[in-house]
Nanobody, 116 residues
Framework: QVHLVESGGGLVQAGGSLRLSCAPS???????VTWYRQAPGKQRELVAA???????NYVDSVKGRFTISRDNAKNTVYLQMNSLKSEDTAVYYC???????????WGQGTQVTVSS
């Protein structure tokens, strides 16, 4: 069964950077892709989204620090995270919609921990 695979999480000091990647485990094409995060004891929140034609949207708390992008040749979406803060600590998930079926697929999540 196809799912999305996130990578690139880890432990970083405040002010540092990480780049997360999201790609399908099988050969499906995605149009809209979103990054969510969930911190302990908090609800999952949408962090950034990108459409099939490259339009982007961000939650206010990450504007100017995070950049979502896609490489269609590699069928991969990235989340570049700069100037990380301790409040960015969370499990980050990607979700993507199949161009063909419209079905949404999810990943298992990748942990991002920012130490202050």
């Amino acid at each position: 069964q196809v799912h999305l695979v996130e990578s690139g999480g880890g432990l970083v000091q405040a002010g540092g950077s990480l780049r997360l990647s999201c790609a399908p485990s099988g050969s499906i094409s995605l149009n809209a892709v979103t990054w969510y995060r969930q911190a302990p004891g908090k609800q999952r929140e949408l962090v950034a989204a990108i459409t099939g034609d490259g339009g982007t949207n961000y939650v206010d708390s990450v504007k100017g620090r995070f950049t979502i992008s896609r490489d269609n040749a590699k069928n991969t979406v990235y989340l570049q995270m700069n100037s990380l803060k301790s409040e960015d600590t969370a499990v980050y998930y990607c979700a993507g919609r199949s161009t063909l079926s419209g079905m949404w697929y999810w990943g298992q999540g990748t942990q991002v921990t920012v130490s202050s």
